[in-house]
């Protein structure tokens, strides 16, 4: 009997820990802005898309044709899009790629145009298409803010 004690004890003190965190991830929920775009993975495997209304302790309310209104216990995982566009990110890579170009030209143009040769096309076109490259690839996509706990997850399984 005690052994049984022990093993409830040490399985709920493994799952506290998830269950704590579990309110704290739940209050980035609540705290977006109204028309934020999320996506909202649900417990029987579907996807849900559209704009946040509002959320409480025990349910989510977005806004895609009409209102609809999830129940937290069945929320996996929310995610909302990343505030700076695919287009914006290149944009901003392409920029940061030209100052680096211009660094680079400063310095190693005058080396090559001692030698007869300008390097000025290359080093700036270089810096643009690889600050616009990198910039276009990172970041994209939806950043999770709230995703329930695996125990927790497991145990609403059972």
């Given amino acids: 009997m005690k052994r049984i004690a022990l093993i409830v004890g040490a399985l709920a003190m493994a799952v506290l ?3 704590a965190g579990d309110a704290g991830q739940w209050n980035r929920v609540r705290r977006l802005h109204a028309g934020t ?3 909202i993975d649900l417990s029987d495997q ?3 898309e559209g704009r946040f209304a509002r959320a409480s302790e025990a349910d989510l309310t977005y806004q895609a044709s ?3 209104t999830v129940r937290r216990a069945d929320i996996i995982r929310v995610s909302r899009r ?3 566009s695919r287009t914006v990110r290149t944009l901003l890579g392409a920029a940061i790629g030209l100052g680096g170009g211009a660094i680079v030209n400063a310095t190693l143009g005058a080396r090559f145009a001692n030698e ?3 390097i000025t096309a290359v080093t700036l076109g270089g810096g643009v298409a ?5 910039g276009a690839i990172t970041g994209s996509g939806y950043k999770i803010i709230y995703s329930t706990p695996p125990a927790v997850t497991a145990l609403a399984a059972k």
């Fill in 82 to 84: 990343p505030r700076l």
């Fill in 46 to 48: 579907r996807r849900v």
């Fill in 130 to 134: 690889i600050g616009a490259g990198i």
């Fill in 116 to 118: 007869g040769r300008d």
């Fill in 17 to 19: 820990p998830g269950v």
């Fill in 66 to 68: 009409r209102e609809f």
């Fill in 37 to 39: 775009r999320i996506a």
